[in-house]
Nanobody, 117 residues
Framework: QVQLVESGGGLVQAGGSLRLSCVAS????????MTWFRQAPGKQRELVAQ???????GYLDSVKGRFTISRDNAKNAVYLQMNSLKPEDTAVYYC???????????WGQGTQVTVSS
């Protein structure tokens, strides 16, 4: 059973930075793409950033220029560097891996990010 474990969330002031990590129990080459989502209270879950096995990336418009997704294949990890954080970035952030063959989605448990004004 593959597991994805997120970490790195916390409380930060507006303008600050956090780095989220998502570590897979198996090879992240099993997943394409790897994606970060977030869900704020009372809102739908939204895609924040995505990275494919060839390194192509995509971002939610509101985080472009502030967030950077990256991957370390040797560590089976995907990261989300979040800079210039805003109160509206407050949410639970989830990591998702979609398997290459069956297109099955694995989700992490989520990590809370709270940005104070």
């Amino acid at each position: 059973q593959v597991q994805l474990v997120e970490s790195g969330g916390g409380l930060v002031q507006a303008g600050g930075s956090l780095r989220l990590s998502c570590v897979a129990s198996g090879s992240i080459f099993s997943f394409n793409p790897m994606t970060w989502f977030r869900q704020a209270p009372g809102k739908q879950r939204e895609l924040v950033a995505q990275i494919t096995t060839d390194g192509s990336t995509g971002y939610l418009d509101s985080v472009k220029g502030r967030f950077t997704i990256s991957r370390d294949n040797a560590k089976n990890a995907v990261y989300l560097q979040m800079n210039s954080l805003k109160p509206e970035d407050t949410a639970v952030y989830y990591c998702r891996g979609r398997t290459v063959v069956s297109r099955f989605d694995y989700w992490g448990q989520g990590t809370q990010v709270t940005v104070s004004s």
